[in-house]
């Protein structure tokens, strides 16, 4: 009897070339046989998870990156084929794949859409071409607005819009132009991430000559994503997402609900089997693994960390903690333990409660890190 739910993520982690500010696993140069021999072994390390998922059914497919249009289309339809070899899909299944504008053009997103893909989560940033040069990208303003026009006309009527806010040059003008074309563009899902500076990567390195905002400009540029999203109704759900009703993104929203998913591909990580484990880096190593069994390592969770990690991210959702569905899963209320913790954010307008659960506004939202370090005591 299938009665689990399971998403499954798929790390593809090729670039046409590595972004100034990005420190995901990705990596550009990548040849052919390179592509083939990842596509390979994800298809070996899909099926090594065969019997274990003996339970599931997967409810949701994720195709991250990295650039995961980098693979063919049919190297793509090898891995979902894969996927539905070792688990079945639900028949309402979210499948999504992320896409650079660059790399993707209509006879590849016709095949996504016939192999069962039916969600696009499009990286565009920014709808201002300077910001766009300024962030390395390969697209401009007006190939992103094509590309999405294109994604319609070949049947993805289910499409994110990633954008980036608190980037070099920018302006509380030119983030509501970026904001009113890609409302304009009729997209169903917005991610709106600030641009930070990683440790590593070249922006790291040339931090001093950037031009960003200070904090509270930045903060600014998020309050004003916030209102002008929610003008075009889009629901304010996570830290960072916005949706139209009923399109809010169901795999992500399996990582914030402490839901069951498997990460496969270099560098991607798992919840499953009550543990949190998953593969390093080195992509040359991952290439010769044989996945004679699953890759599920570590020791399950203590029940002290499983209630740090579900506060800590369910905290990220607007929906916040219900009160009974934390006392069966820990046999106390969650207001009734951090209630008095909680109280000084709730007297600023940091934390709500509405009924019997308990949320972060969204300016608690923004300042949510710190709001958890002084609620959260230490799990270990
Ligand atoms: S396209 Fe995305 S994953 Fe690739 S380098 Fe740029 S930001 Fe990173």
Request: glycine share 8%; charged share 25%.
């Amino acid at each position: 009897m299938r009665n689990k739910k399971v998403g499954i993520y798929v790390h593809i982690p090729f670039c046409a070339r590595k972004c100034p500010y990005c420190d995901f696993c990705s990596f550009e140069g990548s040849s052919a046989e390179e592509r083939e021999a990842y596509t390979a072994a994800l298809c070996r390390e899909i099926a090594s998870y065969r019997e274990a998922l003996a339970d599931y059914t997967a409810d949701t497919v994720y195709f991250g990156g990295g650039t995961p249009s980098m693979l063919a289309a049919e190297q793509t339809e090898r891995v979902l084929r894969a996927i539905c070899s070792a688990v079945p899909l639900a028949p309402d299944a979210e499948i999504t794949s992320e896409v650079n504008p660059a790399t993707a053009d209509a006879e590849k997103l016709r095949a996504w859409r016939g192999m069962g893909i039916n969600r696009l989560s499009v990286g565009v940033q920014s709808f201002c071409d300077t910001e766009l040069a300024a962030l390395g990208r390969l697209h401009t303003a007006g190939q992103a607005q094509d590309f999405l026009s294109l994604a319609g006309t070949c049947g993805f009527d289910n499409v994110s819009l990633d954008l980036m806010y608190a980037i070099p040059t920018e302006t509380p003008e030119t983030l509501g132009t970026t904001l009113s074309r890609a409302i304009e563009t009729g997209v169903k899902h917005i991610s709106a991430y600030s641009l930070k500076i990683e440790d590593g990567t070249p922006f790291a390195a040339m931090r001093r000559k950037l031009i960003l905002p200070d904090e509270d400009a930045e903060a600014d540029l998020y309050a004003q994503c916030i209102d002008t999203l929610a003008q075009a109704g889009y629901r304010h759900y996570e830290i960072s997402n916005y949706a139209l009703p009923g399109y809010e993104c169901r795999h992500n929203l399996r990582y914030w609900r402490m839901e069951e998913y498997i990460g496969v591909g270099v560098a991607a990580y798992s919840f499953f089997d009550g543990k949190r484990y998953g593969c390093d880096r080195d992509l040359a190593a991952y290439l010769h693994r044989d996945f004679t069994k699953p890759p599920i390592s570590g020791t399950p969770l203590t029940p002290a960390q499983r209630e740090y990690e579900t506060v800590m991210l369910a905290l990220r959702l607007r929906e916040g903690i219900e009160e009974e569905a934390f006392r069966r899963a820990f046999g106390y209320g969650f207001f009734e333990k951090y209630g008095r913790r909680l109280a000084p954010f709730l007297t600023h307008g940091l934390a709500a409660r509405d009924g019997t659960r308990t949320y972060l506004t969204d300016r608690g939202l923004y300042v949510s890190l710190g709001v958890l370090a002084e609620i959260l005591d230490d799990p270990a």
